[in-house]
């Protein structure tokens, strides 16, 4: 499956070069001319990087990647015209991975971007994944919390990860129905709602606090 990639660059001639060929080079692409349609398209689409210009109207992009860094780890690759060190440790300081100066040549960018992705691959290929008190063993497809091991049903196992994969990030409803569920899916309307339920009746059997909230009208969240 193609690598999901949002750019957010209110330069539409640089931002449309940047769908085209990264489009060309294998990569689902979408763009957002600002940096609060970005926000909401990482929040719907769930991207694995976004390429980010630092300058723009609104809210701009160190304010972009400040959020993006409160609610996750998404790999983010800045894009700027200022070249001075101080902007760049400014915007490494915000959270962006890599920093790149405008103009740039698009070999370089592509190199970058596939950089950033090896990289969180290699980092999720570790066995387990922890939130709190409790940890998601890949292996043998189960949960532990308190030291209390919970088996999880194959469809169990797979929202759980995607909740812990994205901590403090709210899960679009209709984004965790195609991640888990796949796209045709055609089953009960309600089949999330139950399934929810049954990973809260797992992870809480021992009144531990509850780590999976409702966020009405939204979806879900996985937080303290």
């Known amino acids: 499956m193609a690598a999901k990639i949002i750019v957010i660059d209110d330069d539409l001639k640089i931002a449309s070069m940047m769908r085209r060929g990264l489009t060309f080079e294998g990569f689902d692409v979408k763009v957002a001319n600002n940096g609060r349609e970005g926000l ?11 390429i980010l ?4 109207p609104g809210i ?6 400040r959020r993006l860094r409160k609610d996750g ?3 983010i690759l800045m894009v700027t015209g200022r070249d001075s060190v101080s902007d760049r440790v400014a ?5 962006a991975d890599d920093y790149l100066v405008k103009p740039f040549a698009f070999e370089e960018l592509v190199a970058r971007v596939r950089a950033l992705l090896r990289r969180t691959a290699n980092q999720n290929t570790e066995e387990f994944i922890r939130f709190a008190d409790l940890t998601l063993d890949l292996a043998s497809r189960s949960a532990v919390r308190n030291q209390r091991i919970i088996e999880l049903s194959t469809t169990e196992f797979n929202l759980l990860e995607l909740f812990m994969q994205n901590p403090k990030r709210v899960l679009a ?3 965790i129905m195609e991640k888990v569920w796949g796209y045709n899916f055609q089953g009960e309307s309600n089949v999330l709602e139950v399934y ?4 809260r009746q797992k ?4 009144k531990e606090p509850r780590l999976i909230h409702t966020i009405r009208g939204l979806g879900y969240v996985m937080k303290e």
């Open 73 to 75: 780890n998404i790999p």
């Open 196 to 199: 929810v339920g049954y990973l």
């Open 53 to 56: 210009d630092v300058m723009m």
């Open 203 to 206: 992870l809480e059997q021992q």
């Open 60 to 65: 701009d992009g160190l304010e972009v990647c």
């Open 173 to 175: 409803r209709d984004l």
């Open 91 to 95: 915007g490494l300081d915000t959270g």
């Open 40 to 50: 909401m398209q990482i929040l719907e689409q769930l991207p694995e990087l976004v």
